[in-house]
């Protein structure tokens, strides 16, 4: 594998760790909002889409790369997050992917309630909210669907990274081995 495309992966690389440890400060703030983990969340999708491609594109002889995909768990999940990058990308009418678990009173005493993004959040589901690409996007959808509806968010996302991760530590080992200098007398 040439230079050119080891440093770009090595950006991704540094992109997807990066936008993880945002989304990770964002769910473990002292008053977690929808807000700050919606838009760190936006980030990682983004880098996990642009590993995933990369993956796809680089290292896919005879469609290794795509059976380990759909094999493993954190495969599955990067199959449903390109439903969710799509629709980050392309509609403009939904707000956000996520939603709590729970709700919490808006202020001591008051009637009034909010998302408690303290608790657990969990991947909207697509009916009616992210599936106004659904003749474009049909088999991204059914893997949104199948593989991320409902789920815990970062769960799915450490999963996801985690089949990534194992991936770039795959392909700098290949590159190494594939590279070895030799000392000659």
Known sequence: MDTVKQLRLTYIHHGLRESNKRLKEALNASDP??????????EVIFWLNVADEWHFRNRN??????????????????????????????????IKLIRSVENKPLFEGSGYVVED????????????LIDKRKNEDKLNLKNYRRYLEGK??????EEATRFLYER??????????????????
């Open 152 to 157: 815990n968010v970062p769960k799915t996302i």
């Open 168 to 185: 770039f530590t795959e392909t700098k080992t290949e590159h190494f081995q594939n590279n070895k200098f030799t000392v000659s007398s």
């Open 61 to 94: 002889t005879k469609g290794s790369y795509t059976k380990l995909r759909k094999k493993e768990i954190g495969g599955q999940c990067l199959l449903g997050l390109r439903h969710a990058f799509n629709s980050l990308k392309h509609e403009m009418s939904f």
């Open 117 to 128: 993004y303290s608790k657990e959040i969990i991947w909207l589901k697509a009916k009616g």
């Open 33 to 42: 909002n929808s807000l700050p983990i919606t838009t760190s969340l936006s």
